[in-house]
């Protein structure tokens, strides 16, 4: 079964600064996709960024990007230029391309960016 | 982008009632819609998945008899929890999606906070 693994609960990162948020993920399959989904307050959830597993580039979304190490099976978040808006719960997410599609959501990071 | 909408946002019910709560894709026909459960501080749970016309499909663990999904047509959901209970009581989030096998898109919606007093 697949798993997914955020080992740090909560962050905190000074605005402007850069963060990273760690994931890790356990799969037997070759093909797959990744996401980084940002919950704020509200409640919505939010796509990030997303990596096929196919890709060796990184993902880049503006001050988001990825570092997907495949062989390692590590997924990790970097914010670069952090803003107050980036205040959120994050949780890391893989879905398999074989099967269902069904999301497998990560615990989630608290995030906390300090004026 | 794509919008998934949720009615009501919040709801309060007494123990042994039911409600229902409406899911419904606004500017695209959803292939699938999914059904998620979050409770306070802690990951989103997949409860169920559904494709119009057909009977949902339950997660191991989740009561399909207390937790009914009707897929009704294409941009229209609903979860309806009966004879709810206090441990009901919960964040519920659904999500559909667009497009099949790996060119898919999946919108959430803003979810529906359940209050079983």
């Known amino acids: 079964a697949q798993t997914v693994t955020q080992s740090q609960p909560e962050m905190s990162v000074q605005e402007a600064e850069t963060v990273t948020l760690s994931c890790t993920y356990d799969?037997?399959?070759?093909?797959?996709?990744l996401f980084w989904y940002k919950q704020p307050p509200s409640r919505q959830m939010i796509l990030v960024i997303r990596q096929e597993a196919y890709k060796q580039q990184n993902a880049t979304e503006n001050r988001f990007s990825v570092n997907f190490q495949k062989a390692a099976k590590s997924f990790s978040l970097k914010i670069s230029d952090s803003q107050l808006g980036d205040t959120a719960m994050y949780f890391c997410a893989f879905i398999s391309t074989s099967g269902t599609y069904k999301y497998i959501f990560g615990t989630g990071t608290r995030l906390k960016v300090l004026a | 982008g794509a919008v998934v909408s949720q009615h009501p946002s919040r709801v309060i019910c007494k123990s042994g009632t039911s409600v229902k709560i409406e899911c419904r894709s606004l500017d695209f026909q959803a292939t699938t819609m999914f059904w998620y459960r979050q409770f306070p501080k802690q990951s989103l749970m997949l409860m169920a998945t559904?494709?119009?016309?057909?009977?949902?499909?339950?997660e191991q663990g989740v009561e399909k008899d207390k937790f009914l999904i009707n897929h009704a047509s294409l941009t229209l959901s609903t979860l309806t929890v009966t004879s709810a209970h206090p441990e009901d009581s919960s964040f519920y989030i659904c999500?559909?999606?667009?497009?099949?096998?790996?060119?898919?898109?999946?919108?959430f919606g803003p979810g529906t906070r359940l209050t079983v007093t």
């Open positions: 999500s559909a999606r667009i497009g099949t096998g790996l060119d898919y898109e999946q919108y």
């Open positions: 559904s494709n119009e016309g057909s009977k949902a499909t339950y």
């Open positions: 799969t037997s399959e070759n093909n797959y996709y």
